[in-house]
């Protein structure tokens, strides 16, 4: 005769168990406890509220395991013993403020979650006692040695979360610069006359990539999505130099070197020189120059702030991150500095053209980009009224021989490297 495998089968009365609950009740039974005086139940229930999020339990998790911890002693947890809480069924749905069933189904999920382990006596009941020294005799109830032997795994999982937290923080704020940096190149393009074929579609793209970034949760997704911002970020950054390059924005002198400009508008210079050769001698002279006719000194060079104050790019960069996202390749040079300054950094910081031109005919190119560098490592709080401002305060400053750059930089080393560490690096 076979036995069929579906028929009834009688209760026993025992609490059923899966084999999650018998993996959780051996570990708990090999968990022998700490050693004396080492015990620190609410340490264990801190460590569980951090990773309590990142678990998936049910609600009422953390209000019940807290209640439980609240009812042991440190002594408990230690040597010999075993950390258990006893409250009756009614009291514990009292507490919670559920129905009977929702109580079995919340203690039968965090047992199976390996939170607890549920010791019951043979008729089923949860009871203890104590000796006059405190020490548990005799308990039947919620086991709770498994917060204490998975510790250091919650202090992992709140690590890791929290690990993971500021990295989407990062990566948001990435795309969010990327996303703002191509609408900045978009208004300087549509400035600098007709849009690009293809500007349309790098919008599209860039909009829907941003919406769909809102739903990514995870790092690795993430970085995904700020990979592909960045790159149409460069592309709209490439168009706007490609565009603005072949203008010519100085058409009497260098863009950061002084505007030699004659007021005598009205007299046509040539002829005041062949007048003036032919007032000698009768014939026209070929020197574009003749004596008696002065001519400005060319401007003087202005020194290298590399060379004065001892900053190199890649330091420059780390040092200022605002100017470093405006840079391109993998090894830029004080060129680049300044044509991200003078191009993006300063419609950053709202620096009008005419304050950047006077900046770098006073300082000197590289020394106004590092001035500008300085100025947009700065908190919005820092400034009484505009960056823009600011920076013009600046420039006064060094038409007086009052600005001294070296300081700030030395005050953002030591900010970045420590005071021991920053000064090494020269």
């Not at 209640?67 to 749905?93: C, F, H, N, Y």
């Not at 047992?111 to 548990?136: H, M, T």
């Not at 919005?380 to 006064?396: I, K, N």
């Amino acid at each position: 005769m076979s036995l069929n495998t579906n028929t009834f089968v009688r209760p026993t009365g025992f609490r059923r168990l899966n084999l999650d609950m018998l993996a959780t009740r051996d570990r708990a039974d090999q968990f022998t406890g700490v050693p004396k005086g080492t015990a620190k139940p609410l340490t264990y229930l801190a460590a569980f509220q951090e990773a309590e999020p990142y678990l998936g339990l049910p609600s009422h998790a953390f209000k019940l395991i807290s209640w439980l911890v609240k009812q042991t002693m440190p002594v408990d947890w230690e040597e010999g013993s075993r950390p258990i809480a006893w409250p009756s069924a009614r009291r514990q749905q009292e507490f919670l403020n559920l129905s009977a069933a929702r109580v079995k189904a919340l203690n039968r999920a965090l047992y199976e979650a390996g939170i607890f382990v549920l010791r019951d006596n043979p008729q089923g009941k949860r009871y203890g006692r104590r000796d006059p020294a405190g020490r548990i005799i005799e308990a039947f109830g919620f086991d709770l040695t498994p917060l204490a032997e998975r510790y250091a795994e919650f202090v992992r999982l709140a690590a890791e979360a929290r690990t993971e937290r500021n990295r989407m923080k990062e990566l948001r704020g990435r795309i969010t610069m990327a996303r703002r940096a191509i609408r900045q190149a978009g208004e300087m393009l549509e400035a600098l006359g007709p849009m690009p074929e293809g500007w349309r579609q790098l919008a599209i793209d860039i909009a829907a990539l941003t919406s769909a970034a809102r739903r990514v949760e995870r790092s690795e997704e993430m970085t995904l999505a700020v990979n592909s911002a960045e790159r149409l970020k460069a592309e709209a950054e490439q168009w706007v130099r490609s565009t603005a390059q072949p203008v010519d924005i100085s058409p009497v002198g260098l863009v950061c070197e002084p505007h030699i400009t004659s007021t005598n508008l009205a007299i046509n210079l040539s002829d005041t020189v062949i007048a003036a050769g032919k007032s000698r001698g009768g014939v026209a002279s070929d020197d574009p120059n003749p004596q008696g006719v002065p001519s400005e000194p060319s401007p003087p060079s202005k020194p290298s702030a590399e060379r004065t104050y001892k900053v190199h790019v890649n330091e420059l960069c780390e040092l200022a991150p605002r100017l470093a996202q405006h840079l391109v390749g993998a090894a830029p040079n004080w060129r680049d500095v300044v044509d991200a300054a003078g191009t993006w950094l300063r419609h950053d910081l709202g620096v009008s053209v005419s304050l950047w031109n006077e900046a770098c005919r006073i300082m000197g190119r590289e020394t106004a980009a590092l001035a500008l560098a300085l100025v947009s490592t700065k908190p919005a709080e820092h400034f009484s009224t505009t960056p823009g401002a600011y920076f013009g305060g600046m420039v006064r400053k060094a038409e007086k021989g009052e600005l001294r750059l070296e300081r700030t930089l030395w005050k953002l080393r030591d900010a970045k490297y420590g005071k021991v560490d920053a000064r090494r690096l020269n």
